[in-house]
């Protein structure tokens, strides 16, 4: 199943009451990914008081994976409404991370939660967005005589060829759409092609 994910990383910033918030969002693939992603964020900013996030990787109808950090914020204040924005916007595999420099003036509970609500709600409207495609991977493997062709009906069903290797045939690893499949397979059999998903 397809479903839109970020196309590319947006910043947002919004000021409340002195205090400046500035959020993220961009596309990652695995908590190791938003991991990495939040220490080159504080690295950025070694100076703000808070690092807040929230990831929701998946499906965003069914997402196997979420997380969220308050960051030294009192607890549910910053991630939950982080993560609270992301299950309404159905875009998957992507994190926002809210950077906080404090303004000298206490927000209060409610105050934080809307405050990193809104930081969220800000750089989600601007967020580009793409459909993510399921892919599938294949290994193929021919004669030499057909190697051409099958890169023809690769690029014609809009996958790659992520590797080839030559040995006494060709051996070819091929990252297809899903959509795709049924009739790529079909082709290949028809021209004595072997193939195995992998």
């Known amino acids: 199943m397809s479903y839109p994910v970020p196309a590319e990383q947006a910043r947002a910033e919004i000021e409340i009451k002195k205090s400046r918030f500035i959020a993220y969002a961009r596309h990652i693939v695995s908590r190791e990914t938003g991991m990495a992603w939040l220490e080159e964020i504080k690295a950025e900013y070694p100076d703000a008081r808070h690092h807040c996030w929230a990831y929701l990787i998946g499906n965003p109808y069914c997402a196997s994976n979420a997380g969220m950090g308050d960051d030294g914020e009192p607890s549910g204040t910053a991630g939950k409404p982080i993560l609270n924005v992301l299950q309404h916007k159905g875009v998957g595999d992507v994190m926002i991370i809210v950077v906080r420099y404090f303004g ?95």
């Open 104 to 198: 000298g003036i206490k927000l209060g509970a409610g105050g934080l939660t809307r405050a990193y609500g809104q930081a969220a709600q800000a750089v989600m409207e601007i967020l580009p967005v793409e459909q993510r495609v399921p892919m599938c991977t294949l290994q193929v493997t021919c004669d030499f005589a057909r190697e051409q062709s099958v890169r023809h009906w690769v690029s014609q069903a809009q996958g790659e060829v992520s590797q080839v290797d030559y040995a006494q045939q060709v051996m070819m690893q091929i990252d297809l759409p899903e959509v795709a499949l049924a009739e790529f397979t079909a082709t290949l059999q028809a021209n004595q092609c072997e193939f195995k998903p992998l």
